[in-house]
T-cell receptor, first 110, second 115 residues
Framework: GQQLNQSPQSMFIQEGEDVSMNCTSS?????WLWYKQDPGEGPVLLIA?????ELTSNGRLTAQFGITRKDSFLNISASIPSDVGIYFC??????????FGQGTTLQVKP | DAGVIQSPRHEVTEMGQEVTLRCKPI?????LFWYRQTMMRGLELLIY????????DSGMPEDRFSAKMPNASFSTLKIQPSEPRDSAVYFC?????????????FGPGTRLTVT
């Protein structure tokens, strides 16, 4: 079945550093979503991308819809402690249901 | 606006007992989803509703699981009888549409522990 692969699986960085993570698939997706999940909470939608090549920002977060439509990238600039959490990519599969990646766990050292 | 509301936030029960999880979607959203999250399997879609009608329940693990949506503002997920392997975090999410609008908004989840 369709799968989304996220890398890296986990990151441990220093406060103030920039962060990059990506999400790839062997099949084409027409929409990419990025969610963040804080410990003990539900995933929160950060950014939605609907067009190949699209670059969208939300504060210190920037996400890009890969031109091949098989990947997406999320960057966080000048990380702060509250950026800690699990970041998920998601996209609609062939059946229309959302498929989620396995997540990238981010830890930020003050 | 209030987000998706779930109750209870935590549930601890003994094997064999009935468990009922509750969800209130965002007002005006036509779609409601139930997910289960575990370390081993990540986020799994169990069932979703459109305009209160169940559309796809292929993710429901067994007949012990059932879900209802009696009206646009309330849904339940029931497990009867519960088993230890049902221990997980259960999320409810809602959206305006499945095709064309995939932006789902999640509730805070119910952490279920079955002993």
């Amino acid at each position: 079945g369709q799968q989304l692969n996220q890398s890296p699986q986990s990151m441990f960085i220093q406060e103030g550093e920039d962060v990059s993570m990506n999400c790839t698939s062997s099949s084409i997706f027409n929409t990419w979503l990025w969610y963040k999940q804080d410990p003990g909470e539900g995933p929160v939608l950060l950014i939605a991308l609907y067009k190949a090549g699209e670059l969208t920002s939300n504060g210190r977060l920037t996400a890009q819809f890969g031109i091949t439509r098989k990947d997406s990238f999320l960057n966080i600039s000048a990380s702060i402690p509250s950026d800690v959490g699990i970041y998920f990519c998601a996209g609609p599969g062939n059946t229309g249901k959302l498929i989620f990646g396995q997540g990238t766990t981010l830890q930020v050292k003050p | 606006d209030a987000g998706v509301i779930q109750s209870p936030r935590h549930e601890v029960t003994e094997m064999g007992q009935e468990v009922t999880l509750r969800c209130k979607p965002i007002s005006g959203h036509d779609y409601l989803f139930w997910y289960r999250q575990t370390m081993m399997r990540g986020l799994e879609l169990l069932i979703y509703f459109n305009n209160n009608v169940p559309i796809d329940d292929s993710g429901m693990p067994e007949d012990r699981f059932s879900a209802k949506m009696p009206n646009a503002s309330f849904s339940t997920l029931k497990i009867q009888p519960s088993e230890p392997r049902d221990s997980a975090v259960y999320f409810c999410a809602s959206s305006l549409g499945v095709r064309g609008d995939y932006e789902q908004y999640f509730g805070p989840g119910t952490r279920l522990t079955v002993t």
